[in-house]
Each structure stands twice: as C-alpha cells, then as structure tokens.
C-alpha cells in the first residue's frame, strides 16, 4: 500500500512539473511571435545579416556589427530596443554593450590634428 502511494505521488508531481513548463514555453513562445516583440525583431531582420551579426557577436563574446546594423539599432527606439534585448539569448547587459558599441561605429572620425611649428624647429629659408 504504501508503495503504490509512493507511485502515485511521484507520478502527480511528474505530471505536474511536466505542464508547468509547457505551459510557459507556450506563452513565451506566442510573446515572441506576436505584439510588440515580433515588430521589433521584423525591423531589424530588414537590414539583412543583422540579426546573425548579433548572434555572432554574442557567440565570439566580441562585438562586430556594420554601420548600416548599428544603425538600425539605433532607430529601434527605447521600447522596441527593450524589447529585442531582454529576450532569447540577449539580455539588456549585451544590448547596453552594443548600444555603446553602435555609437562609437557611427561616430564619424575625428578630423586631423596639426600642432603649430615653433620656429625654433621651422627650417630656415636661405
């Protein structure tokens, strides 16, 4: 007797621990593929390679996104950037990174610096 309680008590806590994660990989899943989230994502996948330069980036732990993705990232906005960094395998710490990333690539480069001669250092016309 005890042992089929034992069984039947294993078996309730199995059933019960396999629909708990069912039932939220069922609503994360309709998440990702409807509202806001999706919306975002479809922005990005239009500038093509983007989306695999993240994962790549992500993968390599080194950051290296064109300008044209930097770009796009930056026009994504707060909400929508939220949105694409807070899930699957990104997390708001990489987004942080890659916003930080994405401004130095669209800063355009300093201009030249030309220190004066003195005219001690000047060479001297004949």
Known sequence: MRSLLHTMLLMMIIAVAATI?????????????????????????????CRVDLYIS????????????CKRIKELGDACFKEV??????SLLFGDAVKGYCSWVESPPSPPVYLPQSSASAPQAR
């Open 85 to 90: 960094f807070k899930y699957g395998p990104f």
């Open 21 to 49: 994660p069912t039932t939220a990989t069922n609503h994360t899943r309709k998440r990702l593929v409807e509202g806001q989230h999706f919306e975002c994502w479809r922005y990005l996948d239009r500038m093509e390679g």
């Open 58 to 69: 992500l993968k390599q732990k080194r950051l290296g996104l064109g300008a044209e993705c």
